[in-house]
């Protein structure tokens, strides 16, 4: 069955997923701020309308796909995205926000008389380009069922979650073990060079033992393990710092909100956020390894002797190894 879809922010994702629904047979009434963006989409058979606000007008469902919460419910509510739509239209947000924002979205969706549900992806955008997204939804279950077949051109797997928000949550608990992980597997390399042990013997060891995950088997940070990675064509993203920066900087502010006394998850957060504001800003997120080396270096040049503190039992492991308090 065609669907008419409004289709909001048609970007590096939104593009290739607005194109996905028009492939499919549905109609797609489209809109971006940026004209480039509303052509490119236009030349893939989205129909350019001249607002926002005129394409929901027609819409049984609306799909945005935008920077943040502040551009989804400044769209929702002053924007007038929610008042210009047909009576319990569906108001699908696939954009990565703010959890508390797409309650947020959620809720003036509908008391203005709305379905919602938020949908945010993983897959980047070459999973947009295939259509072998996944999506992760926070909703109602006739939401989530109204959603599933729209999704499902867009993407290859969609998991409901839970209530709303809870798409959201998945996605940035998902991306903060990502990050963490990728600091824990390019540590590890850093310490094995220290060590004399070959990139690729660790690889062989720890990719069929306990330390195998992602960020070690797909997106390795060394060149050389895995031929595919990142690492062999000079960082080239993949999954780019800043978006990496931008998912655990979201996490950090959840972990804020809910009290949850999470380390190494605002660790991350903040190694990530100084890494993708100066050498990772156009850098795979796995590039981190390099600013590790030099700060293992520095703890090296540092040594015990720098330390003023009084030495104890507890601290002993750490001085040996070299590193620093800060
Ligand atoms: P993008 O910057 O390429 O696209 C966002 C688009 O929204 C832009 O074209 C912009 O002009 C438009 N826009 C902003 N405000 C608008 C408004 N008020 N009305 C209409 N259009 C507006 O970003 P992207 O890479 O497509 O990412 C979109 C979302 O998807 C983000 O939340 C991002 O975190 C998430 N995401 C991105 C990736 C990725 O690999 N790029 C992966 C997963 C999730």
Known sequence: ????????????????????????????????????ALA??????????????????????????????????????????????????????????????????HAAAVAAGHRALDAPVSGGVAGAEAATLTFMAGGGGEEFARAEPLLAVMGKKTV?????????AAKICNNMILGISMIAVSEAFVLAER????????????????????????????????????????????????????DLGLAANALRAGNVDAPLGLKAAELYADFAAGEGRELDFSAIVRTLRPAAEAGLRAGPDTHSHTHTDTDTDTEQNGTTAP
């Open 40 to 105: 490119a989409a236009a030349a893939a058979g989205v129909e350019a309308a001249p607002s926002a606000v005129r394409a929901a007008a027609e819409a049984d469902v609306v799909i945005t796909m935008l920077p943040a919460g502040r551009h989804v419910l400044s769209l929702y509510q002053e924007e007038g995205l929610l008042a210009a739509a047909r009576p319990d239209t569906l108001f699908v947000d696939c954009s990565t926000i703010d959890v508390a924002d797409a309650r947020a979205a």
């Open 1 to 36: 069955m065609s669907t008419t879809v409004a289709f909001i922010g048609l970007g590096h994702m939104g593009g290739p997923m607005a194109a996905q629904l028009v492939r499919a047979g549905h109609r797609v009434i489209g809109f971006d701020l940026a004209p480039e």
């Open 160 to 168: 409901h979650c839970g209530a709303p928000g809870a798409g959201q």
């Open 195 to 246: 060590l004399g042990l070959e990139h690729q013997a660790l690889y062989d060891v720890a990719s069929t033992a306990s330390g195998q995950c992602w960020a070690l088997t797909v997106n390795c940070p060394v060149p050389g393990p895995v031929p595919g990675s990142p690492a062999n064509r000079d960082y080239r993203p993949g999954f780019a710092a800043p978006l990496m920066a931008k």
